[in-house]
């Protein structure tokens, strides 16, 4: 053993410095590890240096690093290092031969001589011991190491122990990320719209956003990890829920609301940080800051900061795609919502972070774009209008009546806010069957809530009774603000106007479909209304007494192939149905046996949802040879 001289403070400080430049440029851990060693055998100028490590079961330890001998794995309390590590205690001695605890096994093995010998434990932050640093035979002049040695090493080992619990963090990352890829499988694999870049790119915009508030970079990919998690609890949700091809109805909302709880009960007792995070992620990705989201109604900064950033995250990736509910938006009104939306859906804070990092978010959704699998779409050629309210009444959980024939026309008005929320800013036409408060309500409310996301004129097309009713007693700057004297705020345009329809006169929408107004007998003036697709029709009475006009239209337009009547009210109220010019069951399919074709699907609705059963039942002693389809909220009608 050739002596060197002890080293110097300024060598010390000079080495610390060169190994430490080592370190932070190092990424694999392993490496990490290797060069803290060198440092510790250069600082205690030894000859020798071994990092051991706790095994997972705590049965033994083993080198993770050593100089000069081959992967060892020894029992946990054996020799020296095994000492050290069972009384968590530093241990130096000058030489090990005078000492009973040595096991010179090892030497005898590798035609090593040990002599003197420094060890230190290593502790995890929980003060659970992970590992010990070991030095052997002392090179300088003194020969044996002392507590300035101590503490030279201290300085490594410090540092080895930190690297060894970020090495078992990552170990379990990659654990963990296995387990969540299989579930999050299922949760793909039941979603066929939904695809893996969905979840990719929620991971990377949460990360940007992490970042930007100035999260560290570990928590920053902790979340990144954790936030494909986000829509685990939907893996419980059954699948005519999670995949209906159209609007929720308060029902099924309801249960699809539950995803957030069940996701989080359902790795809530994990001790994994990740999934941990993961919960929290699952949890609160749908509060709102404003505290009008689910489950917890959370507001502000009482919404995890995870929370918060998944939010925008999943809300972003959303509505930029295309769902089995609804088409994606453009990015200039994803924009728009966004802006909107800041400080009531989102946290005000992130929303500019968002804003400004627009930039680094369009990389990411370009880099990861969805590719459809054609092949998982069902080929249907038939054409479908969507039911947003069913009901005669507004009651909790029933919607009162309309109908989406695409995206920019309604027929009514009764339902739009709840069914079709912001995208109510897309509707261009409403067409009305007749004032009452039922088919016209909403007219108001979809203007106020949405007014700086508009950028078309809303149209109200209806019966001149009709039309004048609405600007007389509706919209008239008492009830609610007469909206056709009021400007849009993206153009000069005003926001609504009126268009007076003409009974017969067939209205095209586009190039494959058409509307067409015929008369119905109600209270006031009101009609009903065919809508053509391609080559077929289906037809919708809105409220009525009489069905001499319908009965008239189907038999005369072969095309027509579905047809919507209301019923009220049970029979027992018939003269209340009779003086307020609505149907009963009885009455209903009394009438219909005018009607001479049989090809033709019946749907029923406008029910009075307080008689709901009695109607059903009803309808079902007096249907006859109709199959009749009671319509729900969220229903589609094919055709
Ligand atoms: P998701 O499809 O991943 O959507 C996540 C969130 O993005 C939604 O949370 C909502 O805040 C936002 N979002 C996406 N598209 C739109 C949109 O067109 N309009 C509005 N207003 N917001 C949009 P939310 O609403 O809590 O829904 C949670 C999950 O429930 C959705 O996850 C989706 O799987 C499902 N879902 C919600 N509504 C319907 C629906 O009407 N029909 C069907 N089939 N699924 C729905
Ligand atoms: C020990 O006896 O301390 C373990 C083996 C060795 O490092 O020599
Ligand atoms: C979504 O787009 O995924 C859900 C929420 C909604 O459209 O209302
Ligand atoms: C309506 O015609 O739907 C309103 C009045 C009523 O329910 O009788
Ligand atoms: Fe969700
Ligand atoms: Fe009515």
Partial sequence: MKNVKSLGANEILELVFIYLTDVSSLRAHDEIISVLANMGKALTSSDRCTVWVVSDDKKTIWTKVAHG????????????????IKNKKKIIIDNVYEDDRFNPEIDKQTGYATKSMLVIPMFGHDEEIIGAFQVMNNQSNKGNFDNRDMQRLMLASTYAAETLIAMKLSQEVEETQREVVFTMGAVAESRSKETGNHVRRVAEYSKILALAYGLSAEEAELLKQASPMHDIGKVAIPDSILNKPGRFNAQERRVMDTHAELGYSMIKNSQRPLLKAAAIVAYEH???WDGSGYPNKKSGEDIHIYGRI???????DALGSDRVYKKAWTPERILELFKEQRAKHFDPKLTDLFFENLDKIYEVRDEFKDEYKEVELEEDTS?????????GTKAKGFGTSSFALDKINVIDAGNLLEALDEECSFIENIWITHSHLDHIADIAYILDNYFSLRTKTLNIIGL??????IRKHYLNNLIWPDFSKIALDNSSEMALKYTIIEIGKEYPLDDTSSIKAFPTDHT????????????TAVIITADTYSLSSLIAEVEDDKSINSMVIECSFPSEMESLAIVSKHLTPKILFEKLKKLKRDDIDLYINHIKPMFLFKIIAEIEEYKGKWEPIILKD???IKF
């Fill in 524 to 535: 006031v003036d009101s009609c009903g209304y065919i809508y053509k697709k391609n080559s």
């Fill in 383 to 391: 054409e479908s209008i969507s039911i947003l309210g069913a009901y």
């Fill in 286 to 288: 749908h509060e709102k």
């Fill in 310 to 316: 998944t939010a925008i995250a999943d809300v972003y």
């Fill in 464 to 469: 001149p009774e009709t039309i004048e009713t």
């Fill in 634 to 636: 969220g229903d589609f």
């Fill in 69 to 84: 001998i081959e992967h060892l794995e020894i029992p946990i309390y054996s020799g020296i290092v095994g000492s050290s």
